[in-house]
């Protein structure tokens, strides 16, 4: 056993602290603590630990508000106050883009801290007679029960409630073998839910979920899939998602940002910031989605672009452009990568934006935004340490990193969303 005074929180899990000189890792310990821990891996350059007793409790700890905590792996820094969450995740961004000399960072915009997430994957296991629907333990694949849970929205909890309900019934038990997750996503007033399942269902298997939909009225889809394809989709009539005064339809595989609120700040920043820049020429949208923001600016430019590779999410915006009369985007469903060197790409470019997944950008996009030179780059990201590797390609190219916003849309979790500003010159 070691005593450690705990000194911050990493980016992850873990708090941070020392011995002997060396780094040691230690999960669920607070800035300020004063811990008993024990040495469960050792490195050549850090340790890693278990938190065995607090000797002095920070003033930044708190009892968890969740009954799953921490066992449920879907939040990691519910024992800190979300003001403390904040402070260090400030903390741990500034580390992280301090090489990148940005001229402005702002204050990490707070947004609810509760109910706040719209998708729901449940994991599957079983314990004799029981079928448990949750999360999977951090670091392995035990599943905890989500009762109680305080992030997922209450219509999502409600139909956890119907969920296991029905996962328990005897003669379903065959069913939720085969099944590998069930996901909800609920964007008022539309709920969608499928089954993803390890192999074809049977006929009856299908009528079981039909009538489960059917004692639903909530859903307003239900998808059965495997590898195989699709093998059912049930619809329920319901008007669409209304987000930013505008109504969209969001398929079950298209991507939407987890906190509906979290996604109104952002763009509501994307457009202040665009709203003060030149627009002559071009706006291309990499990583479209659903193109919600590309709608949201296509006024400000001459000519825009929405590039999106998911082929659903590619649908949708589709869908949603047939309802403007006058809109002149050009939505193509092809990777961000096959863009370059091509006609989109050719003339002048007033704007680029890009939202990547977590792995940040290709090697193949970061060769390719060096022939192009768009006169501002904006990128949303939601992984600073790759959105940093990044950022120092850009700067590269010849641009100055201007503005960071930054936003806690995952409140208990160490997770952020970044949105900055490039301006060329």
Same mark, same amino acid.
């Given at each position: ?6 000194? *911050? ?10 011995? @002997? ?46 009954? !799953? ?31 990148? =000399? ?15 997430? =719209? ?94 939909? @059917?004692? =639903? ?27 930013? *005064? *505008? ?11 987890? =906190? ?24 291309? @949208? ?29 649908? &949708? ?65 939601? !992984? ?5 590797? &990044? ?10 990193? @201007? ?23």
């Amino acid at each position: 056993m070691e005593t450690v005074s705990i000194e *911050k929180m990493t980016y992850g899990i873990d708090s941070l602290s020392h011995i @002997d000189g060396k780094v040691v890792f230690v999960p669920y310990a607070a800035p300020g603590d004063k811990a008993e821990i024990e040495i469960v891996e050792e490195k050549t350059d850090y340790l890693r630990a278990e938190l065995k007793k607090i000797l002095e409790e920070s003033p930044d700890r708190r009892e968890s508000p969740c009954p !799953n905590f921490p066992e449920c792996g879907g939040c990691h820094w519910l024992h800190l106050y979300p003001e403390a969450q904040r402070r260090e995740k400030e903390d741990i961004l500034n580390f992280i883009l301090k090489p990148l =000399n940005p001229a402005q960072v702002y204050p990490m915009e707070p947004l609810p801290i509760t109910h706040y997430r =719209n998708k729901m994957e449940l994991k599957i296991a079983f314990d004799g007679d029981k079928v448990i629907l949750g999360n999977y333990k951090y670091r392995s694949h035990d599943v905890v029960q989500l009762k109680g849970c305080i992030v997922q929205c209450k219509d999502n909890l409600a139909m956890l409630e119907k969920l296991e309900e029905f996962a328990n019934i005897s003669e379903n038990r065959p069913l939720l073998e085969k099944t590998e997750t069930i996901m909800v996503r609920t964007l008022p007033p539309q709920q969608h839910c499928v089954f993803y399942l390890k192999e074809a269902p049977t006929e009856d298997e299908l009528k079981t979920l039909h009538a489960f939909f @059917d004692e =639903n009225e909530s859903l307003s889809r239900l998808e059965t899939q495997s590898n195989l394809g699709n093998h059912q989709t049930l619809l329920r009539e319901k008007p669409l998602f209304n987000f930013m *005064k *505008k109504n969209w339809r969001i398929s079950t595989g298209s991507f939407f940002q987890n =906190n509906i609120e979290g996604a109104e700040a952002i763009l509501h920043t994307l457009l202040s910031i665009y709203h003060s820049l030149p627009h002559k020429g071009k706006f291309i @949208d990499l990583y479209c989605g659903c193109g919600t923001q590309t709608f949201l600016l296509e006024n400000l430019f001459d000519e825009v672009f929405g590039v999106e590779c998911n082929q659903a999410s590619f649908q &949708d915006a589709i869908a949603f452009q047939k309802t403007r009369s006058n809109s002149k985007i050009k939505f193509i469903c092809r990777k961000a990568e096959t863009i370059f060197n091509s006609p989109i790409t050719k003339g002048v470019i007033a704007a680029l934006h890009l939202n990547p997944p977590r792995t940040g950008l290709s090697q193949r996009v970061l060769k390719g935004l060096t022939g192009i030179k768009p006169k501002v780059i904006t990128y949303l990201s939601c !992984n600073p340490t790759t959105f940093r590797r &990044d950022a120092k390609y850009i700067r590269s190219l010849g641009y100055k990193l @201007d503005r960071i916003y930054s936003f806690d849309l995952f409140p208990g979790t160490f997770h952020m969303e970044t949105l900055s500003l490039f301006i060329r010159g």
